[in-house]
Nanobody, 127 residues
Framework: QVQTAESGGASAQAGGSLRLSCAVSGYSFSSTSCMGWFRQAPGKEREGVATIYIHHGATYYADSVKGRFTISRDTADNMVYLQMNNLKPEDTAMYYC???????????????????WGQGTQVSVSS
């Protein structure tokens, strides 16, 4: 059974930084694995923030976070991270780690392409 568990959410000031971690179990970091970070603010749709194609490390980002967020993976420890710099109040949301397979899932960054989800970790940014 695939499980993902997020950690690292916290309150931060605008301009600050946070690092989210995702521990993955029951999931093979194979040549077609795709991991992603999504976020959902109250009253809004869940959006794909960043994805990483595990095999060759290609990354894909939402325009709203390009240049500020970095997704990375540690295949030895089955971990995925999201480094968030220059945080803005509009980054406030519940952040979810997701897993599935296929390059298209990574490129599209759509909720419906991912079947494995964690419980989420809250990020709150104040101005």
């Amino acid at each position: 059974q695939v499980q993902t568990a997020e950690s690292g959410g916290a309150s931060a000031q605008a301009g600050g930084s946070l690092r989210l971690s995702c521990a993955v179990s029951g999931y093979s970091f194979s040549s077609t694995s795709c991991m992603g970070w999504f976020r959902q603010a109250p009253g809004k749709e869940r959006e794909g923030v960043a994805t990483i194609y595990i095999h060759h490390g290609a990354t894909y980002y939402a325009d709203s976070v390009k240049g500020r967020f970095t997704i990375s993976r540690d295949t030895a420890d089955n971990m995925v991270y999201l480094q968030m710099n220059n945080l803005k109040p509009e980054d406030t949301a519940m952040y979810y780690c997701a897993a599935d397979y296929g390059l298209s899932a990574c490129v599209r960054r759509l909720r419906e392409d991912f079947n494995y989800w964690g419980q989420g970790t809250q990020v709150s940014v104040s101005s």
